[in-house]
């Protein structure tokens, strides 16, 4: 598991160890109710009304059975998690017949890293505070190297059409990723958005990955070649 995390000039920072079995109700925090943070922003939006938006504030709408791990520890097998992207939560709740409404934020540590649908969410301190850090899916483990990515999600609020000729406009979740590739030793870089700028992370290998990449025909803007591509560096 991945054990240090830092952004390149120093903004992030983070480690996992283990820890013995502990009630999954440690676990969370009681401040407040899975929606308050939208009710306190935007009074015209309810998460359990998606009918009155576009897109999903969600990595996976509906709560599914995850695990939640301290360091390489196993501490809560098969508990109903949902990763909020736009509030920056892992959601949780006792059981699956729990009303959503009661569920609550797994307490932001960068101790703890949970498991959904396949995918590993770990928790990156922001100059070394874990409340203001952010969630990063794991794409990829290597020998030498992995793939982060980071999704940050906008909202955009719903308008009531102005005049009788134009018409009612929902609110709008849009989503942004950005990718980071971590070395074992600790640092991560940010890929640039540009397809051709990607390869300079990869630093005294670009042209060799420039001639795979050209090769086996991918386009490393897309996720399925990024990952190709990373596999390939990390067994060069």
Do not use: C, W
């Not at 480690?15 to 013995?20: D, H, I, P, T």
């Amino acid at each position: 598991m991945i054990l240090k995390a830092f952004i390149v000039f120093g903004i992030f920072a983070g480690s996992l160890s283990s820890l013995a079995q502990v009630d999954t109700r440690g676990l969370t925090s009681d401040l407040y109710r899975v929606d308050e943070y939208i009710k306190r922003n935007d009074k015209t939006l309810s998460y359990s009304l998606p009918k009155e938006y576009n897109g999903s504030p969600y990595f996976n709408d509906e709560f599914v059975l995850g695990n939640i791990y301290q360091g390489d520890a196993l501490i809560a097998k098969d508990t109903p998690l949902r990763y909020n992207i736009f509030s920056n939560e892992i959601e949780v709740k006792e059981t699956l017949d729990e009303p959503d409404e009661d569920a609550k934020p797994l307490t932001k540590t960068s101790d703890i890293y949970v498991k959904i649908n396949e995918v590993i969410i770990v928790l990156i301190p922001y100059n070394g505070s874990d409340e203001e850090g952010s969630y990063f899916q794991v794409l990829y483990e290597g020998k030498k190297v992995d793939l982060l990515k980071k999704v940050e999600i906008e909202f955009t609020t719903p308008k009531k059409a102005s005049t009788s000729i134009t018409r009612d406009l929902k609110g709008a979740f849009t989503n942004e990723d950005t990718y980071f590739l971590q070395t074992k030793s600790g640092r991560m870089f940010q890929m640039p958005r540009a397809k051709n700028k990607k390869f300079l992370v990869f630093g005294k290998a670009q042209d060799t990955l420039k001639a795979f990449a050209k090769e086996n025909r991918l386009n490393i803007n897309k996720e399925h070649d990024l990952k190709r591509l990373v596999f390939q560096f990390d067994n060069l």
